[in-house]
């Protein structure tokens, strides 16, 4: 490991942890991007996610006062053949430690990954274009290029909280999240859908258990779309991904593939935009990969929506 000034330390971190590792966060992000995009579930997710255990997988550095000013985790809740990599830092006075923690990820994804069992293995990062030390960071240590994701954003004034009627033959209804079965069908729309990109597979047992791990769930801001009696579409809301409590998060939009081009996708946000104005949320907001083949930025650029940023996704093996 790349040495440390004089006084620093790296350490695993706890619960405890939480309310300094998400002031970390927002100075990055706010630094990187404007303003913070992270929240308190976030921070415990990260730390107690599927397949992610702090005592190994995670490292904090605190400069030579105590203060935590470096932070790096991986995220693979399915165990599938590639490792997400985050490493925060201060602005500034965390620069020293950003390589440091590099590393020392780098060598637990190795062992990660021969865990697993996969090999070759993939680890990928992320990164504000404007973040060049970073990326020189991780162009030095064997990343390429690989894709550029989104953040997209609207704002909810002026959006009635009566959705427009979908198109013909197109029901749009909340899910109904005490049926298993309608669950497990939501979850095979998502999974379906997703065939043809590069998301990664995750069981309904994973999948199930992370939702329910969430300090609360707005069921009534998940939707299903049908057409003749059939699931086709699913939108997916998140409580805590949006760094203030008065934004709708839609973490997943899916419609199967036979369906698209029909405005089902479009019925599915118009839905869930008038229902987080009716719940007195003041924007929306998700992400997207900008090479996304099913042309997802498009329909969010349709429907009102514009990139608050954009981020740069990094690849090497591990």
């Known amino acids: 490991m790349s040495a440390l000034p004089p006084g620093f330390s790296i350490r695993r971190p ?21 303003e913070p995009d992270f929240s308190t579930d976030d921070v415990r997710e990260a730390l107690t996610d599927a397949n992610t255990d702090m005592s190994v997988d995670c490292w904090v550095a605190l400069d030579a006062d105590g203060s935590i000013v470096g932070w790096t985790y991986p995220h693979n809740p399915t165990g599938g053949n590639r490792d997400f990599i985050e490493v925060y830092t201060w602005p500034g006075r965390g620069a020293p430690v950003q390589r ?23 680890v990928r990062a992320g990164a504000i274009p404007t973040e060049s030390a970073y990326i020189a960071t991780l162009l030095d240590a064997g990343f390429e290029f690989h894709a550029q994701h989104a953040r997209m954003t609207m704002s909810l004034a002026g959006v009635s909280p009566t959705p427009p009627a979908p198109p013909e033959g197109v029901t749009v209804r909340v899910l109904d999240h005490t049926d298993e079965d309608e669950l497990r069908r939501f979850h095979g729309v998502i999974q379906e859908a997703f065939r043809d990109s590069d998301h990664h597979a995750t069981s309904f047992e994973v999948w199930i258990d992370r939702v329910r791990a969430q300090a609360r769930v707005s069921w009534d801001e998940w939707f299903v779309a049908e057409v003749d009696g059939r699931m086709v579409g699913a939108l997916q809301s998140a409580d805590g991904d949006g760094s203030a409590e008065d934004e709708g998060w839609v973490r997943s939009l899916a419609v199967l593939r036979a369906y698209r081009r029909r405005g089902v ?8 935009f008038a229902t987080y104005a009716a719940n007195g949320r003041a924007r929306a907001g998700l992400g997207v990969d900008m090479a996304n083949p099913t042309r997802a930025a498009r329909l969010y650029r349709a429907v009102g929506m514009h990139p608050l940023y954009e981020a740069n996704i990094y690849r090497r093996l591990a």
């Not at 309310?19 to 706010?30: F, I, V, Y």
């Open 265 to 272: 996708g479009e019925a599915l946000l118009r839905r869930a």
């Open 100 to 122: 440091p923690l590099l590393e020392l990820m780098l060598a637990r994804v190795a062992e990660r990954g021969a865990a697993f069992g996969h090999d070759p293995y993939e």
């Open 14 to 34: 706890t619960l405890d942890d939480v309310p300094d590792l998400l002031k970390l966060a927002h100075a990055s992000d706010e630094a990187a991007v404007g």
